[in-house]
């Protein structure tokens, strides 16, 4: 590696007016999504980077592991647990989550995926899906009306023509959207589509197994994925969560996983649990859908782009 080279492409790319503009809309739509979710009676709580308990996700990724005085602990992939923790406390809360996923370096090549990134993170006791939907309908187009006014001037220089979507979203279920436009629907849909729209109903095997399963659809879950238009992909994924003991056990032996791996959330679970529900949205991903990048390392000041070195 040529130090010099290396230190001027990412001087290049701190100072470059595409970053710049990024982080200026990074830093106001953060602003607008505290104030949202405070208005909403939600607590900020702040994040857990490292634990013995983290997100298996449904995707391999390399997980980093720490020795903490002779234990295991993972640096965070999602907060699921701790969230569903801490609602029984708070009862509706968010935080800001750093998450290290060391994705695949192939995933570089699709424009949308970091090895570190920020989630917006929210969970609510009691919830169910719809109330969470008709909340981030509500964020997303006060924020998209937000960001077309307070940052005009950014979004006229880089060319980005932000629109407002009409509410509600349009929902599809997921085995219909597979069964029209095959295994690759996201990709299609969200090319051919021109405003956000929701894919619910997963079947099971597809997600973790902390969502919870329909009561009247065996093997559907009660989550929901909401995909940008444009080609922009997967913004944010969420549902209801299973919360009883025997159903929490059985779902982790459907997966092929052990109790013992969520060892510390099966005995949480034994000492009871409440029903949620909530939802985490991308932030560096929302921040490129608003400002029309191609690529999300362009939202960033030292991006982390699977495979790549990286400050
Ligand atoms: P998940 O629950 O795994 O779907 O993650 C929640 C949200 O975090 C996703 O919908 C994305 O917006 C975002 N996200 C997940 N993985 C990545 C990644 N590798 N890089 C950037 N954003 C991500
Ligand atoms: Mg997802």
Redesign the pocket.
Same mark, same amino acid.
Not at 112 to 115: A, N
Not at 234 to 237: F, K, L, M
């Given at each position: 590696m040529e130090i010099e080279k290396v230190l001027d492409a990412k001087m290049d790319h701190v100072k470059s007016d595409k970053v710049i503009a990024a982080v200026k809309i990074g830093s106001d739509l953060r602003y607008y999504l505290g104030k949202f979710m405070r208005e909403q009676g939600y607590v900020e709580v702040p994040p857990v980077i490292i634990s013995p308990l983290t997100d298996p +996700?449904n995707h391999p990724v390399f997980d980093p592991v720490i020795n903490y005085y002779g234990e295991k602990y993972s640096l965070t992939k999602?907060m699921i647990f701790h969230k569903q923790i801490m609602v029984q406390s708070f009862g509706s809360i968010f935080t800001f989550s750093p998450n290290i996923?060391i994705?695949e370096a192939e995933r570089s090549s699709t424009g949308?995926? +970091?090895?570190e990134?920020t989630?917006l993170d929210v969970e609510k006791r009691g919830a169910t899906r719809d109330e969470i939907m008709s909340m981030v309908e509500e964020m997303i187009t006060g924020l998209f009306r937000y960001i077309r006014e307070k940052d005009s001037e950014l979004l006229s220089k880089l060319g980005r023509n932000l629109q407002v979507p009409s509410k509600p979203f349009e929902r599809i279920k997921f085995l219909d959207a597979e069964k029209q436009y095959g295994k690759d629907f996201e990709t299609v849909l969200s090319k051919k589509k021109t405003e956000p729209f929701w894919i619910v109903d997963i079947p099971l095997q597809q997600r973790e197994f902390y969502d919870r399963e329909s009561d009247t659809d065996p093997e559907i879950l009660v989550d929901m994925d909401l995909v940008y238009p444009e080609g922009f992909g997967?913004?944010?994924?969420g549902g209801e969560r299973e919360f009883k003991l025997d159903k929490i056990k059985e779902r982790i032996s459907k997966k092929g996983q052990t109790e013992e791996q969520f060892k510390w959330f099966v005995e949480f679970a034994r000492r009871g649990l409440e029903p949620s529900a909530g939802f985490?949205?991308?932030i560096?991903?929302l921040t490129r859908f608003i400002c029309g990048f191609k690529r999300?390392e362009d939202t960033h000041p030292f991006p982390k782009v699977p495979g790549e070195f990286s400050l």
């Open positions: +996700l999602s996923r994705e949308r995926h +970091l090895s990134f989630q997967e913004a944010i994924s985490g949205i991308g560096e991903r999300i």
